[in-house]
Nanobody, 115 residues
Framework: QVQVVESGGGLVQAGESLRLSCTYS????????IGWYRQAPGKGRELVAS???????KYGDSVKGRFTTSRDVAKNTLYLQMNSLKPEDTAVYYC?????????WGQGTQVTVSK
């Protein structure tokens, strides 16, 4: 059974940094895509960063130059380094991975950025 678990969220002030982690297990087939989405209150889910199999990371326009995602394959972990955080980055951050045609999502981790 595939499990996806995010961690590292919290409350920070504007301008500070935070690193999220996503640990996954039960992936018996190749991962076609892995990445991060976020959802702010009253808004739809938004792409933060994604990595397609064999490709380079792609970032949402609102986080380019501030956020970086990386993957430790040996540890089955995906990271999201978030720098220069802004109040508008406040959201629940979700990790997702795609095996074949099936998407798996974590439960999300809350990131709150105060002014």
């Amino acid at each position: 059974q595939v499990q996806v678990v995010e961690s590292g969220g919290g409350l920070v002030q504007a301008g500070e940094s935070l690193r999220l982690s996503c640990t996954y297990s039960g992936t018996t087939s190749s991962i076609n895509a892995i990445g991060w989405y976020r959802q702010a209150p009253g808004k739809g889910r938004e792409l933060v960063a994604s990595i397609l199999s064999g490709g380079l990371p792609k970032y949402g326009d609102s986080v380019k130059g501030r956020f970086t995602t990386s993957r430790d394959v040996a540890k089955n972990t995906l990271y999201l380094q978030m720098n220069s955080l802004k109040p508008e980055d406040t959201a629940v951050y979700y990790c997702t991975l795609t095996l074949g045609t099936i998407d798996y999502w974590g439960q999300g981790t809350q990131v709150t950025v105060s002014k």
